[in-house]
């Protein structure tokens, strides 16, 4: 019996303050769940550190776009692990979830640059979830993810995981 491949390992890095981004990291968790070839791991951005980000075989980015950028915890997991990961991780495959208030395309751009430069290899156009959300109240408020757009990040991480297993990317 040929002994089996070892298993990849995808690490889903979040950031939710109003639990949207959250939602939409645990449905591409879910997702990805679904490929027994694949590792999944899902960590808050405070706590990812550099030895997560080397480990990993590829990632999926989430944040909440916030005042027409990443989100600072989310900035913070970059500034932190950046360096350390360079040239280290080239020619990994990611893909970026955003939960948007109006817009979220500047807070995915930041993240494309950050991968640029990192030499990751996006997989899919960022996915942004737009709730709307304009006023002060409702911009603090806690967001309820709908179901289609759910399906959707859970696609995502099943997509992302399936072609790591296959090595595809």
């Given at each position: 019996m040929p002994e089996a491949l070892p298993k990849k390992t995808l690490l889903i890095v979040y950031h939710s303050m109003t639990g949207g981004a959250r939602q939409m990291?645990?449905?591409?968790?879910?997702?990805?769940?679904?490929?027994?070839?694949v590792r999944v791991h899902l960590k808050h951005a405070s706590e990812t550190r550099a030895d997560d980000v080397l480990a990993a075989d590829g990632f999926i980015f989430v944040c909440p776009e916030n005042l027409a950028?990443?989100?600072g915890?989310?900035?913070d997991f970059f500034d932190r692990c950046y360096y350390p990961a360079l040239d280290r991780i080239n020619g990994r495959p990611y893909s970026t979830l955003i939960c948007a208030g109006s817009d979220g395309g500047n807070a995915a751009r930041q993240i494309a640059r950050i991968a640029t430069g990192w030499?990751?290899?996006?997989?899919?156009?960022?996915?942004?979830?737009c709730t709307h959300a304009q006023t002060p109240e409702a911009?603090?408020?806690?967001?309820?993810?709908?179901?289609?757009?759910?399906?959707a990040c859970r696609s995502l991480g099943a997509s992302l995981a399936c072609g790591m297993a296959l090595g595809v990317f």
């Open positions: 990291a645990e449905a591409a968790r879910d997702g990805a769940a679904t490929e027994t070839a950028g990443i989100s915890q989310m900035k030499r990751l290899k996006a997989v899919a156009e960022p996915l942004i979830v911009i603090l408020a806690p967001k309820r993810i709908g179901q289609e757009e759910l399906e």
